[in-house]
């Protein structure tokens, strides 16, 4: 089922949150309104105040006037930016609402200014409006810019990439499970430091690690790159399978593949087996937030026993989730995009027991007596892979834990 | 948005794309409010833009009208529909919806939140408020006022308004409307029938105030009762307008009497920095002076509009006004002056925190923990203990803090032993030294200390033709006023041409300065 209305969802910038902590040497500079610097200042929280990497070149209403001005305003503060940070080496523009309504060129605002700070500073553009990209989207608009300018791979060995950025903790287990497995040469999109991005060429096989990497791998695929189909990495099941993916590619065998898995999967298994008898048969109902939802849902219904009611996604990406999609249950609501009303409406006629939604709504609905996951902790968390399977799965037993112990 | 979730039976239509949503996220968590705020944003995307939006609006209001019926309604743009050509005043207008329309010009490229949520209270007045109506004949009645000014998300409004209206209630005042918080639109269009006006937070009701002064004839209270003495001046300034008798209310707070019990007494002269809203900074500038004893050394406001009452204000306790939003500027005079309390917003809280200093929140914006589940207004009296508490416990704390660096070669107090309430940058609590176990009758709270950095003029000063003799008594000098005095000492010697500072300099500084 296919929606239109009032959206609540995040808009793309809210992607540099977690991208600037994982590309340590790279700045965001968002181009926008006062708006922008608040919804990233009220999302960061705290992070405001540590000196981060991202910042926001405010519009004002001189701005308006003319483009050259504008234009001008804009290398005035990214040179005054490198000055200040000249450990930067990499510089992203992050286009907003309103530079995109305004038509400010933010590509070719990049190209230019990659000429001036060239040899020290990279320069590129993407946009995290939200009128063009929704929460997660923000991190595929930046790392599909980013594509084009990764190195030629020209290596006649098979490599294999790693895409979207994950937790570094979580992107150490994989590399070494990969190395264990006999997977040899393994990069990761994004790389930690901008001078250490990987190459790309028709010997690169890719993952996604996140489902919502759309335009990223088309970019991949445009550089030859070939994606490996797989259910994505979270549960015993999900990490199987992904990680499977890649053996079968790189052509390990199968019993060494069972072999080195094994240890981890059965850990995965018992930490899942915590939550599992208070989440089995409970019904679960997913409002639209990062396109996670689909891969989650299926987690829980094939390793928890939980029913998903409606899985809503912002965005749905039908052949990356193919395989999701085949193993959620029968009967399952899909929906795409929203009209926030109506699918509340639906919310509080099934009254599932439990609602993943947004921080906007989850208060509102708790007060009506309906009990919720608020779902941007699902991004901000390490979740992927065996080990934190258990983790995953107590992130939604907890609130229904909350819910029995209180007598308030 | 602010005054829409304030209020009861409005609705905000807001033209604006995918993502503007995070604004709920304001009054649902920091606010914790159970309801989603009564705004529909018409969320266009790029593929609407075009001639698409101007219908999105348009379906966007007529839908949010049928599901929830509001007896009023606010349609505005925000700053990227400000961009596109589409007109939310003219379409609202010819839409024919059968309640009150109120079309907003919030110019996002030029204003900020505060001026915003003041326009949108005085439009909605203006639109709302009955012309017609007069108060009845004061004859057989209480006098009755307006309460102008709470709002959602406001710092305490919550409790402040509680607490002004207890205190009218005592003095025999009936409160007409209080809003925006918690009025309908019908409320607001009683408004005319009110005696007079209090207004509560200048920054959100003083157009309205001046709009109703000229146009019902409403006299305006500006007292902005925050502390002890301006809640008396408050009290007077009602009484006076609703002929009532204000010693009924004169009864006082905790306030007066803890600040001069000799416990108080190491706070006089601390000095202090100030920054917030401007009603919130010229009203703690006057408690710190005033009521606590303390020396205002630097005051300002992030709020442009009101600059000009910061500058007066800052004249009132000879300091140089700080107006600005740019927080590195905050930093930077909070560095220059090294108060020793800072008064802020959250974000003063994290500066002085950088600078351990210590600290209190005095006004917006803040995170959750400002608002709280207890009572705890700054206004009125209860307000004034609320102040009281709030300013002096991280002074206490921090003095706290000095008596355990003093201490730290005690093993009571051992250096690796833990986190103390500051939290930063402490470490856990373990036995550093195999030193005896605390016998079990000596059951005193865990004393820990973090490593606190010597306050700057404590520390050993190299280049000085100090002699070891007078070193060594400066520093059987108690630590509190050590600084003090070797800065005496080495200005003293400076004037007389004294190179090397002896125990005589020492002494004969001493005598110099002595009152």
């Known amino acids: ?408 | 948005m602010r005054i829409a979730t304030a209020m009861e039976g409005v609705h905000y239509v807001l033209h604006a794309p995918q993502g503007d949503t995070y604004a709920d996220l304001l009054f649902t968590m920091i606010e914790r409010r159970g309801k989603r705020p009564p705004v529909t944003y018409t969320t266009f995307q790029a593929r609407d833009l075009g001639k698409d939006t101007a219908e999105l609006f348009q379906t966007a209001t007529r839908e949010a009208y049928a599901r929830f019926k509001p007896q009023a309604m606010l349609v505005g743009a925000s700053c990227t529909a400000e961009l596109i050509q589409d007109d939310p005043a003219g379409m609202a207008q010819t839409m024919g919806l059968p309640c009150p329309v109120v079309a907003l010009e919030l110019p996002s490229y030029q204003r900020k939140e505060n001026w915003g949520a003041a326009e949108t209270f005085y439009q909605l007045v203006r639109t709302l408020a009955d012309k017609d109506i007069r108060p009845t004949p004061r004859e057989g009645r209480r006098p009755r006022a307006n309460l102008l000014g709470p709002t959602a998300l406001g710092f305490r409004h919550r409790d402040d308004v509680i607490e002004i209206t207890r205190l009218l209630t005592t003095l025999g005042v009936e409160v007409n409307v209080a809003a925006p918080l918690g009025a309908t639109p019908a409320d607001l269009a009683r408004l005319g029938t009110a005696d007079f006006n209090i207004c509560l937070y200048p920054e959100i009701a003083d157009t309205a105030c001046r709009w109703l002064e000229k146009t019902f004839g409403q006299k305006t209270v500006r007292t902005v009762p925050i502390g002890h003495a301006a809640t008396r001046d408050f009290i007077a300034e009602v009484a006076a307008l609703a002929g009532v008798d204000a010693s009924a209310a004169l009864d006082t707070s905790n306030l007066p009497w803890w600040s001069r019990s000799v416990d108080s007494t190491y706070l006089t002269g601390k000095r202090v920095f100030i920054f917030g809203d401007a009603t919130h900074a010229i009203a703690a500038a006057r408690v710190a002076r005033d009521e606590l004893g303390f020396e205002v050394v630097g005051l300002g406001c992030y709020n442009r509009e009101f600059a000009r009452d910061i500058r007066d204000a800052a004249k009132l306790y000879g300091v140089e006004p700080l107006i600005t939003d740019d927080y590195l500027a905050v930093e930077e005079a909070i560095q220059a002056l090294q108060p020793e309390l800072v008064l802020g917003t959250q974000m003063e809280r994290h500066i002085a925190k950088r600078l351990r200093i210590p600290c209190a929140v005095i006004s917006a914006p803040v995170h959750v923990q400002d608002f709280p589940a207890r009572y705890s207004p700054q206004m009125g009296f209860e307000g004034a203990n609320v102040l009281f508490d709030t300013w002096v416990h991280p002074l206490v704390m921090g003095l706290e803090e000095h008596l355990l660096t003093m201490f730290r070669d005690d093993f009571e107090f051992s250096d690796a032993s833990g986190a103390s309430h500051l939290g930063h940058g402490s470490a856990p609590a373990v036995q550093r030294h195999a030193q005896p176990e605390p016998t079990p009758h000596n059951d005193a709270p865990l004393k820990v200390e973090v490593a606190v950095s010597e306050p700057i003029h404590d520390l050993p000063v190299a280049a000085t033709g100090w002699s070891s003799e007078a070193e060594k008594e400066l520093l059987k000098i108690p630590f509190f006023v050590r600084g003090k005095a070797r800065r005496n000492t080495e200005r003293y010697a400076s004037e007389q041409g004294i190179a090397a500072i002896t125990l005589d300099t020492l002494y004969d500084a001493k005598a110099h300065y002595a009152r």
């Open chain 1, 1 to 408: 089922m296919r929606e239109r209305g009032q959206r609540e969802v995040f808009c793309g910038l809210t992607g540099i949150i977690w991208l600037h902590r994982k590309v340590q040497d790279a700045f965001f500079l968002v181009v926008g309104s006062r708006t922008c610097a608040h919804l990233l200042q009220s999302a960061a929280g705290v992070m405001v105040f540590a000196e981060p990497r991202f910042g926001t070149a405010i519009i004002e209403e001189r701005d308006l006037a003319g483009m050259a001005d504008c234009n001008e305003e804009l290398d005035r503060v990214v040179d005054r930016l490198l000055t200040r940070r000249p450990d930067i080496k990499l510089l992203f523009l992050v286009g907003s609402c309103p530079s995109e309504v305004i038509k400010l060129d933010l590509s070719r605002a990049a190209a230019r200014l990659s000429v001036k700070h060239a040899g020290v500073t990279k320069i590129l553009n993407y946009s995290g409006s939200g009128i063009e990209t929704t929460f997660t989207e923000g991190e595929d608009a930046c790392l599909a810019a980013l594509v084009p300018d990764l190195a030629d791979d020209t290596s006649d060995l098979m490599s294999l990439m790693i895409v979207g950025a994950l937790p570094d903790v979580v992107e150490d287990q994989f590399l070494r499970l990969f190395a264990e497995l006999g997977i040899t040469t393994v990069h990761s999109l994004p790389a930690r430091r901008a001078g250490a991005m990987p190459p790309v060429g028709p010997n690169t096989r890719f993952l996604l690690a996140q489902p919502f990497l759309g335009e990223t791998a088309r970019a991949l695929e445009d550089r030859g790159a070939v994606r490996l189909d797989a259910l994505f990495p979270f549960g015993a099941e999900g990490t199987t399978n992904w990680l499977h993916a890649a053996a079968t590619a790189f052509g390990i065998d199968e019993m060494h593949f069972r072999r080195v898995i094994a240890p981890g999967r059965e850990r995965a298994k018992r930490a899942i087996a915590h939550s599992a008898e208070r989440l089995a048969g409970k019904r679960i109902t997913f409002l639209p937030d990062s396109q996670l939802e689909v891969p989650l849902a299926r987690f829980l219904a094939t390793e928890l026993g939980m029913q998903p009611v409606e899985v809503g996604t912002p965005y749905l990406h039908r052949r990356h989730l193919a395989q999701e999609l085949a193993l959620l249950p029968a009967g399952t609501i899909i929906s795409e995009g929203q009209d926030v009303d109506r699918q509340l409406d639906r919310v509080r006629a099934a009254r599932p027991d439990l609602t993943v939604c947004g921080l906007g709504l989850a208060n509102p609905l708790e007060s009506e007596g309906l009990t919720t996951k608020w779902a941007i902790e699902l991004v901000f968390s390490p979740i992927h892979g065996f080990d934190q399977a258990g983790d995953l799965a107590e992130l939604f037993a907890r609130p229904l834990r909350r819910r029995d112990v209180l007598k308030v």
